[in-house]
């Protein structure tokens, strides 16, 4: 008969009883008459020690890394000093091979601290994945995305889910992914905005979390081809609610996630210098950024100018897109969440209102964090049917697709507004990565779709 106790390895303390627990090796070291594993599974990991016969049996001398066990055997409590999880040892009376590991791959798991050959890893990304520092990202993912969800309950926003295959645009024609949707042309959402905006008279406030879709040519640190995106619009507004209402989102959020002590500990181990941010957070306008550039010396690169010529650099002056690279530096200096606000028009999509003290610019904000820059891009949008008119114009669009949201202006329209974030780069800033491909499961960016 057996008087064992199934338990998963993250589980609370049992010292003194008899378990059974079934894990993967992650680490093991050979000694002369003990072996010392760590065994993982998806909620923790566990030391276990085989000695005696144990370790005299064919499996336990060819084990291998990520080989799959079952063990069974008594919990001993270690003191903290031991650096063993969970300050426990499990001492192995019985185990078993579930799965053997072929072991030629073993050594790939964490290498991605070690800092491996890049495209190897991108290659090897199932094994990857199994690694410490992307299976604590994936699970701090998860539970962010959990926060999300609660946090948009508490401010009264219903989830909605979008279509995926579309017939329009929403962030310029250049990053579109386009298919053959049977006989029609089609394309993979840039942004469920549009769709959004439609479901605020019959559902309120409205919030959905789907891929998006970009066909971006240049390869950053913060731009994938898929990523997953969290957006919300918001009915009767104005410009200053929907800032307090993403400031106030993202707070809860990392309030949430904190609360749990595993994710709590997750995040101080990827990023032991992450510091909940204070609101309100700071505001700029677009103008002052500009301003601020020139007087720090970070110039604009001009890449409508040839590379050797003296005015490819120059200071920026207003109408300048700040790229990534500047605007980075500014958020990195600034070291605090900054909204950017008050773009020029012609920088930003063409359902941005003017800002009616100043028709240069939009009502338009992007919410910049250091280390990565913009996480979040939002705006008020056009409400009146004959500017959202002269703005498809503007840009070049035809409106015969657009219909359905064009018509969201002659049925009762309303001033509302709602942003976009991206949830990788979220991850980047809250876990502390160099890059979003580090957040997600199986990055998507130029040229790479394997595995
Ligand atoms: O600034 P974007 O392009 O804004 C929109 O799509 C709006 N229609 C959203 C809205 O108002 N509902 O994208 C929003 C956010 C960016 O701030 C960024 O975090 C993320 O989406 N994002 C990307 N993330 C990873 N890879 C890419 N290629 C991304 N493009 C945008
Ligand atoms: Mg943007």
Sequence with gaps: LDDTEDITLGSADKPGTRVKVLGRVHRFRSQKDVIFITLKDGYGQMQVVFAGDLI??????????????????????????????LNRE?????????????????????????????????????????????????????????????AYV?????????????????????????????????????????????????????????PSFRAEKSLTRRHLSEYMHIEAELDFIEFEDLLAHIEKVICRVIELVLQDPLMAGYIKELNPDFKPPSTPFKRMKYADAIDWLVEHKIDFDDE????????????????????????RQMTDIMNVPIFLTHFPLELKAFYMPKDPADAR??????????????????????????????????????????????DQRKYGTSPHGGYGLGLERFLAWLCGRFTVRECVLYPRFTNRCTP
């Design 361 to 406: 610019v939009a009502q338009a904000v992007d919410l910049l964090m250091p280390g990565v820059g913009e996480i979040v891009g939002g705006s008020m949008r056009i409400w009146d049917y004959e500017e959202l008119i002269a703005a498809y114009k503007r840009v070049g669009i035809d409106p015969t697709p657009y219909y359905w949201y064009t």
């Design 56 to 85: 005299k049996t064919y499996a336990a001398l060819t084990l291998t890394l990520e080989t799959s066990l079952v063990i069974k055997g008594q919990m001993r409590e270690l003191p903290p000093t031991a650096k063993a999880p």
């Design 154 to 210: 508490e401010t009264r926003c219903m989830e909605v889910a979008p279509p995926s295959m579309v017939q329009t645009q929403v962030e310029g024609g250049a990053t579109l992914f386009g298919f053959k949707y049977y006989d029609e042309e089609a394309y993979l959402t840039q942004s469920s905005q549009l769709y959004l905006e439609t479901c605020l008279a019959s559902m309120g406030d409205v919030f959905c979390i789907c």
């Design 90 to 150: 499990l001492h192995a009376d019985f185990f078993r091979v579930i799965g053997a590991a072929a072991g030629d791959k073993e050594a790939i798991t964490n290498k991605v601290q070690a800092g491996g050959d890049p495209q190897t890893l991108l290659d090897q990304r199932h094994l990857v994945l199994r690694g410490d520092v992307l299976s604590s990202v994936m699970k701090v993912r998860a539970a962010v995305l959990r926060a999300f969800r609660q």
């Design 304 to 327: 409508d100018v040839p590379e050797d010529h003296p005015e490819r650099k120059r200071p920026h002056r207003f109408g300048d897109d700040i790229a990534e690279a500047a605007e």
